[in-house]
């Protein structure tokens, strides 16, 4: 029977385990302490040493001489079993790890969200996130809050961007941005300036989106509220289309801060409506209990409110900064 070595109670080696057990693993695969010096592009006595700390430690012999070659004891056989799968996961951790951020940097990623959400809040997000995500397939898909969230259900959207007022018990949103409802009118119209009052408003006819859309609700509840009557003139969908028919005199509208730019002044006098109507939230809309997707982690990352700065209009209508 071979001489075991005494126990030691504790050895320098504990401080860099994965050394001396790659050594054993590669003398038991290649038979001897010179043909796993050279796989390990190691010296032969790093070899021995390593090999005699892990042997003192462990209280056993781990080796046999078999004519030439090492082959490993009873114990050594145990303990190659269980370390040599160790160590082939941690000699291969650094690559799955590249893998797994290349990863985050690829596939695809599907966002649901209404056009006025894709042509006015998007834009400066998907342009942060293409620069630091590249390879990434990026599918927006233009539908209707309702139509969204449907695309969340069945798993066609990974989330939705978008504004919501009712959230149902198996979705959750996370609002990102808030903006101030604004009366817009043509230049020439009464309620361009001087006194505002909901009264007056009311006695306009109104330019809105379809009754299936939240403006529109919210417009109705804060008439209804106020016990005042109300004309639409014209259902119509999209903001860009609103504001020319508003532009062209057709009537007046209430929208959200979100949809207007620089170039609306020259048409259109904006006033705030925050005296009667809450400020709108968009924000991120998820399946609850979904776990997000690496790439969907990342555009999440990308909203931030910082990217919007709200906007205040004087009685005329222009924006400042």
């Not at 609002?175 to 009264?199: K, N, V, W």
Request: proline content about 8%; overall charge neutral.
């Amino acid at each position: 029977m071979p001489t075991r070595p005494p126990p030691s109670p504790r050895f320098s080696y504990k401080s860099d385990r994965l050394k001396p057990l790659r050594a054993f693993c590669q003398t038991v695969r290649l038979g001897s302490v010179s043909r796993a010096a050279e796989a390990l592009f190691v010296s032969q006595p790093a070899i021995s040493q390593q090999l005699q700390a892990l042997e003192r430690e462990l209280g056993v012999v781990l080796f046999e001489r078999s004519g030439r070659r090492l082959v490993p004891s009873r114990e050594g056989q145990l303990l190659f079993e269980m370390a040599q799968p160790l160590v082939e996961d941690l000699d291969g951790l650094e690559a799955r790890f590249r893998d797994k951020v290349s990863g985050m940097d690829a596939g695809e990623l599907n966002i649901a969200a209404n056009s006025s959400t894709i042509l006015y809040l998007l834009p400066r997000i998907i342009e942060r996130f293409r620069q630091l995500h590249p390879d990434v397939r990026l599918t927006l898909h233009n539908a209707i809050s309702a139509d969204g969230t449907d695309l969340l259900r069945d798993d066609a959207a990974d989330l939705a961007v978008g504004s919501m007022t009712d959230v149902p018990a198996d979705l959750s949103y996370a609002p990102a941005y808030r903006f101030e409802q604004m009366l817009i009118t043509p230049h020439d119209h009464p309620l361009a300036r001087g006194t505002l009052s909901l009264e007056a408003i009311s006695k306009h006819p109104l330019v809105l989106p379809p009754k299936r859309q939240i403006t529109y609700r919210l417009v109705d509840q804060v008439f209804q509220r106020h016990r005042l009557p109300y004309t639409v003139a014209l259902e119509v969908g999209g903001w860009e289309v609103i504001k020319q028919y508003v532009a062209m005199g057709m009537g007046i509208s209430i929208v959200p801060a979100l949809c207007l730019n620089d170039a609306d002044p020259g048409k259109l006098v904006a006033r705030s409506m925050r005296e009667w109507f809450p400020e709108r939230s968009y924000g991120v809309i998820v399946r609850r209990g979904k776990a997000l997707s690496p790439q969907a982690r990342a555009f999440v990352e990308m909203i931030q409110p910082e990217l919007f700065s709200p906007r205040e209009y004087d009685q005329s209508g222009h924006s400042e900064r």
